[in-house]
């Protein structure tokens, strides 16, 4: 396949194939492109332009529909991370992936939940686009290594290098992740503890090397670098907890596979709380507050913790 996009219109009977084919791909093609953007909106645009195109392409020359559109995705996806990346070295403040919501989509993370949940797509981050790329189609979709190389376009030996050692990366610099259970658990005690201004609170439930990381994007009022450390974290939240927390509604919601808490005033969602935690406490305490990356949760309902 070429990245050309030669122009071949059908009839109505045609164009409506077309579409019946796309929308039984559109859920996968989404979750290759969230996956290498960490952004919905971006994936959204994305998937769309992967829609146009095969509206516009002569599809009686495409032998795998679905093998096709997958490649093109990911086509862009990578051309879409590398000019990312870019944003990302000149955004104001901690870049955190934009949450989705997995528990009015299941099927986001159905396949296979890896490179969805926050700590690995901040991972996939240190990668280069094309690495990044083979490591969500093997370890989240599962294609087979033959496949992969034909879509980044290297043989399958050095794609079997880069899942290697993209995988070799994430399991060396994360630690192994709590149950879901146990990830709900002390998400709710830190809510608590956090609202509450508990200090000891706080320093039991971290990991001593913990990061609290903020993402308001340069448009609402949040840190502009990561606090690290459990005592200067554990002092951070204590010190806005009076007015932040003042009229604060907490609700429950499935984002990115894993347990998040939806902080709303006035009716109105203003930030998405989560936590990352291992067998030595909380590692990670995320922050969303950018109101443009909050579109997708907003409106969640309470699912309950």
């Known amino acids: 396949m070429t990245d050309t996009v030669p122009s071949n219109p059908g009839g109505p009977g045609d164009l409506e194939q077309a579409a019946a084919v796309f929308t039984g791909v559109r859920r996968r093609l989404f979750g290759i492109a969230y996956r290498m953007l960490g952004s919905a909106a971006e994936a959204e645009d994305l998937v769309q332009d992967v829609w146009l195109r095969w509206q516009a392409y002569d599809r009686a020359t495409v032998a795998s529909p679905a093998g096709f559109l997958s490649t093109v995705t990911t086509r862009l996806a990578i051309n879409a991370a590398t000019s990312a990346r870019a944003r990302h070295e000149t955004y104001v403040g901690p870049w955190l992936p934009e949450p989705v ?18 700590a690995v797509l901040l991972l996939l981050e240190r990668l280069t686009p094309t690495e990044r790329a083979a490591y969500v189609l093997r370890e989240a979709f599962d294609y087979p290594y033959r496949q992969i190389a034909d879509i980044v376009r290297l043989n399958e030996a050095a794609v079997r290098q880069l899942v290697s050692r993209a995988r070799k990366r994430v399991l060396a ?17 830190f809510v608590v503890a956090a609202r509450s201004g508990d200090l000891t609170a706080l320093e039991e439930l971290f990991a001593a090397d913990v990061t609290s990381y903020s993402d308001g994007g340069g448009t609402v009022r949040a840190s502009r670098i990561p606090v690290a450390g459990a005592s200067r974290v554990a002092r951070y939240i204590r010190a806005f907890a009076g007015r932040f927390w003042a009229g604060v509604e907490v609700a429950w ?15 109105r969602v203003f930030a998405a709380l989560t936590v990352n935690a291992s067998e ?26």
């Open 101 to 118: 919501d997995t528990g009015a989509d299941p099927y986001l993370g159905a396949e296979r939940g890896e490179a969805l949940e926050f």
């Open 280 to 305: 030595q406490g909380i590692d990670q305490v995320l922050w969303m507050m950018n109101p443009a990356k909050l579109t997708a949760v907003a409106t969640a309902p309470d699912r309950g913790a």
């Open 253 to 267: 919601a499935n984002t990115n596979g894993q347990t998040s808490a939806l902080l709303s005033r006035d009716g």
């Open 173 to 189: 610099e994360r630690r192994t992740p709590v149950t879901e259970a146990e990830q709900r658990r002390l998400l709710a005690a």
